[in-house]
């Protein structure tokens, strides 16, 4: 089982002055003023057994083919085995790509799909999303509620890779380098600090 996101928009920032070193009775200084060198972005999937990040997309798009091409470049790893991808409701989540892809890896004929936004399964997001969490198919997809996007962990390891790499006193000279530094930490995390997330909050039921 995997927990599957995107998360975009992360900006090469270069501090254009040093850092001040701490002094005794002074923590460490960052001038507040960057250059902006471009963005990237990261499509990622988490094993939510072994915590390992698996087949990270390290680019600055994150269009229906790329999110596709993820998943494929996952289930390669294991191409025999079934596969459970947790995922928000966003558009290239539930995708004429990605339908396309699951129905090949299930040799299931594509004429019989229909034809997006008039007739069949690529009818609409509606249509497509249920064909997509058909659970007997060997690739499966399941999305967490509207506005719950939160439920899916690889949130929080996008706020783990954010306060260790990608905070405000970070520096990044360039967008290649900023992915440099992004796959460094991946390989890391992978190698020495995954484990899989313990869930303890039992939750509460809102009085309304």
Known sequence: MYSTDEKMGIQAKEHTQNKKVMEAGKPERIDPEY???????????????????????IQPTRTEEDFAAHIESVISQHPDKKHIFIADNLNTHMSETLVRLVARL????????????????????????????????????????????????IECWFSIITRRLLNKRASFKSVGYLEEKIKSFIDYYNQYLKKPFQWNFKGKLLRV
């Open 35 to 57: 250059i902006r060198h471009g963005t990237t972005g990261i499509i990622a999937s988490r094993n939510v057994v072994t915590a390992e990040i698996v087949q990270p997309m």
């Open 106 to 153: 299930e040799s299931i004929d594509e004429t019989s799909l229909g034809i997006k936004r008039k007739i069949g399964i690529l009818k609409d997001k509606k249509t497509r999303a249920a064909f997509l969490t058909d659970s007997s198919h060997r690739v499966v997809f399941v999305y967490t509620p509207k506005h719950c996007s939160w439920l899916n962990q």
